[in-house]
């Protein structure tokens, strides 16, 4: 029961509420329109720790999609992507990390994804592999241009892309050059990394 005596320190919660959510609200207003950080995308990653798409806002980050069954097409695009970081200088590097999302949450689970991130030697400062659930996929590859289908093999068909985002989350550029740095591409990293970094 709240009486009248209680009801000064209610208003006093009830009022900071109201700022917390006036904050949150007006940090949402910020991101572009346009931005992939409209999405609110769970992520998992390698380690089991949890964060957010949105998380990477504030530097570019070079980002693809994949699954861990692929045994073809995805680590050409790995591959692609560490050639990429090989013609960045260690600053340019430091500046764009590699986020992948995986197709296939129902097998990717985190012990999958540390399975990656160590038989290809991938830099775990660097390097982000993550899972989502399966809606959040679809959102996801759909604000990337990513296509994809599940096969009755359990095999995904999906399209072969890297994508590089701005700071503030706009596609600033793609390849789709897998297995080898694509040079035009290189320079635009190189390009968007030189750029001052966003404070969100």
Wanted: proline content about 6%; aromatic content about 4%; some cysteine.
């Amino acid at each position: 029961m709240i009486t009248r005596r209680h009801s000064p320190h209610l208003r006093a919660c009830l009022c900071s509420l109201l700022l917390i959510i006036s904050a949150a609200w007006a940090a949402d207003k910020s991101i572009p329109s346009d931005s992939i950080y409209q999405l609110t995308v769970p992520l998992i990653n390698q380690d089991g720790q949890t964060a957010n798409l949105i998380d990477r806002r504030g530097q570019p980050l070079l980002i693809s999609m994949f699954y861990t069954g692929c045994q073809f097409v995805c680590p050409r695009i790995v591959e692609a992507l560490k050639k990429t970081e090989e013609s960045l200088t260690p600053a340019e590097r430091s500046r764009v990390p590699v986020l992948m999302v995986s197709f296939d949450p129902a097998r990717d689970d985190v012990a999958a994804l540390k399975e990656v991130i160590t038989e290809r030697h991938l830099d775990p400062t660097q390097w982000t592999l993550a899972r989502t659930d399966d809606r959040h996929v679809r959102k996801l590859a759909a604000a990337l241009g990513i296509q994809y289908r599940e096969l009755p093999s359990g095999d995904f068909n999906h399209s072969s892309v890297l994508i590089l985002l701005d700071a503030e989350g706009h596609i600033a550029g793609k390849t789709t050059t897998i297995g080898a740095a694509d040079p035009a591409f290189v320079k635009l990293v190189k390009k968007v990394a030189a750029q001052k970094i966003a404070n969100p």
